[in-house]
C-alpha cells in the first residue's frame, strides 16, 4: 500500500488517497505491535507470507488502481484468519 500512496494516479483520487493513508497508517501501527508478537508465536517462520508478498507486488502492478487497493486489502482480511486460526490452534 506505500506504493500504491505515491501512485500518481491518487492525484485524482482525494477519497481514495485518503483511504490509502489511512489503510498504511493502521498498518504501521499493526506492525509495530504484531513483529514481538508473531516472532513469539513463530508465525514469521511460515513461508507463505513471502509468497503473499510476491503476490501484491504482482497485483499491484498488474492491476487498476482501485482493484490493487482492493485486492490489497482482501489478503490482509485472508491473512489474518489465517493467522488467527493458528493463535486459537496454539
Known amino acids: 500500500m506505500r506504493e500504491v500512496r505515491d501512485d500518481p494516479r491518487l492525484e485524482n483520487e482525494p477519497r481514495l488517497r485518503e483511504l490509502v493513508d489511512v489503510f498504511v497508517r493502521q ?4 506492525t509495530k ?3 514481538p508478537v508473531n ?3 513463530e508465525l ?3 513461508p507463505i507470507s513471502k509468497r503473499t508478498e510476491k503476490m501484491t507486488r504482482f497485483i499491484q502492478r ?8 482492493a485486492s490489497s ?3 490482509e482480511f485472508v491473512g489474518f484468519g ?3 486460526s493458528h ?3 496454539r
Not at 498498518?27 to 499493526?30: C, D, K, L, S
Not at 498488474?62 to 487497493?69: A, E, F, G, I, Y
Request: aromatic share 14%.
Open 27 to 30: 498498518e504501521i501501527e499493526h
Open 39 to 41: 516472532k513469539h508465536l
Open 44 to 46: 514469521d517462520q511460515f
Open 82 to 84: 489465517f493467522f488467527d
Open 73 to 75: 486489502a482482501f489478503i
Open 62 to 69: 498488474k492491476t487498476p488502481l482501485h482493484m490493487s487497493v
Open 87 to 89: 493463535i486459537k490452534i
Open 33 to 35: 505491535m504484531h513483529v
